[in-house]
């Protein structure tokens, strides 16, 4: 069986994250699984808050333009996002707009053909109660009817995540980490099946 490749992201790239905490243990989850992870910073890409003047005046960033060729080369995406009042945060969303924003150039496939069909798996974390589960509808709402990807429907949030990691950035709860595994599992499963239909 061929490898599947996933693409690690984090709605938040803030040191200290538990988002990007989460996501680690959950990459080193898919590790376990087989699957080889890769990730990306969606930070570095230094995309500005979009504004259509700036897309008129000198285009899509540099910065979308490789987020969809990490997406083009994953089988599928692996994503931790915090919510902020409800929502996945500002720099996920704003990544994702802008690639929306990208046309086909050449063989090169547009930003929304990168993502179509792309299988995805979400968690969050948040020092709350609920861990960020109001975010996560609407995470998954956002990523499948404008992004076009295929959320599985198994997801986690991570309620008192300021307490949950032991010092090596382990989930200290077996519980924890076996809804992690379930999210994992599942996005491989969906991943590993389509590829091996392509
Ligand atoms: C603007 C803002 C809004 C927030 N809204 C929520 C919220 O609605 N629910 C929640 O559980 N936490 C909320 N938080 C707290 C975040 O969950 C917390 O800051 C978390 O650590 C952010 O994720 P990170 O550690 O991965 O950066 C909010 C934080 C900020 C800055």
């Given at each position: 069986m061929t490898t599947v490749r996933l693409l690690a992201i984090s709605g938040s790239e803030r040191l200290g994250s538990l988002n990007r905490k989460l996501l680690d243990a959950a990459a080193t989850s898919a590790r376990a699984h087989g699957a080889q992870v890769d990730g990306i910073d969606l930070r570095s890409l230094?995309?500005?808050?979009?504004d259509g003047d700036i897309e008129k005046g000198a285009?899509?960033?540099?910065g979308a333009k490789r987020l969809r060729e990490a997406l083009l080369a994953a089988d599928g995406v692996l994503l931790a996002t915090p919510e902020y009042n409800g929502f996945p945060t500002p720099l996920l969303v704003n990544s994702f707009d802008w690639l929306s924003r990208l046309a086909a150039d050449g063989a090169v496939p547009s930003g929304l053909a990168a993502t179509a069909g792309k299988p995805l798996g979400i968690v969050s974390a948040s020092?709350?109660?609920?861990?960020g589960l109001r975010s996560l509808n609407f995470t998954r709402q956002y990523l499948s009817m404008a992004i076009a990807m295929m959320p599985v429907p198994q997801q986690f949030a991570l309620a008192k995540a300021h307490e949950a990691f032991d010092d090596a950035g382990a989930l200290k709860d077996a519980k924890h980490q076996a809804s992690v595994d379930a999210v994992v599992a599942s996005l491989i499963r969906v991943a590993a099946a389509l590829k091996s239909r392509s």
């Open positions: 230094a995309l500005p808050l979009y285009g899509v960033p540099e020092p709350g109660l609920l861990g």
